[in-house]
């Protein structure tokens, strides 16, 4: 069991992302995870991430406010608690298009 604690969470930049801050709770380097990553990441209004695809599967949650996450067939709003999960090679667009701070859990796999 490896036990991080937020103010120990590691700040990082993610490509193609503005006006948000990005921290990794867990991962190799932090806490060992070899298959995953978990981190946290706030959008402020305005903030978000620019199209893009990856080879890795994410998993979004919100955990405070309202974020918009598109890709090229449908458009999601997640409120608390909600989550989507985007596939392989599938690309996405985030947007916090509200007033207030947004909050995203964000799980990203390890490629192979």
Same mark, same amino acid.
């Given at each position: 069991?490896?036990?991080?604690?937020?103010?120990? *969470?590691? !700040?990082? $930049?993610?490509?193609?992302?503005?006006?948000?801050?990005?921290?990794?709770?867990?991962?190799? %380097? +932090?806490?060992?995870?070899?298959?995953?990553?978990?981190?946290?990441?706030?959008?402020?209004?305005?903030?978000?991430?620019?199209?893009? *695809?990856? !080879?890795? $599967?994410?998993?979004?949650?919100c955990l405070?406010?309202?974020?918009?996450?598109k890709n090229? %067939? +449908?458009?999601?709003?997640?409120?608390?608690?909600?989550?989507?999960?985007?596939?392989?090679?599938?690309?996405?667009?985030?947007?916090? *298009?509200?007033?207030?701070?947004?909050?995203?859990?964000?799980?990203?796999?390890?490629?192979?």
């Amino acid at each position: 069991m490896k036990k991080v604690e937020v103010n120990q *969470a590691k !700040p990082y $930049e993610a490509a193609r992302h503005f006006g948000c801050t990005t921290h990794r709770l867990h991962g190799k %380097e +932090e806490s060992g995870a070899s298959k995953f990553s978990v981190g946290w990441s706030v959008f402020l209004p305005g903030g978000g991430a620019e199209y893009s *695809a990856s !080879p890795t $599967e994410k998993v979004y949650m919100c955990l405070d406010g309202e974020i918009t996450i598109k890709n090229q %067939e +449908e458009t999601a709003v997640l409120k608390p608690m909600d989550s989507v999960f985007i596939g392989a090679n599938e690309g996405r667009e985030i947007l916090n *298009a509200s007033n207030f701070p947004a909050t995203m859990l964000v799980i990203i796999n390890y490629p192979s």
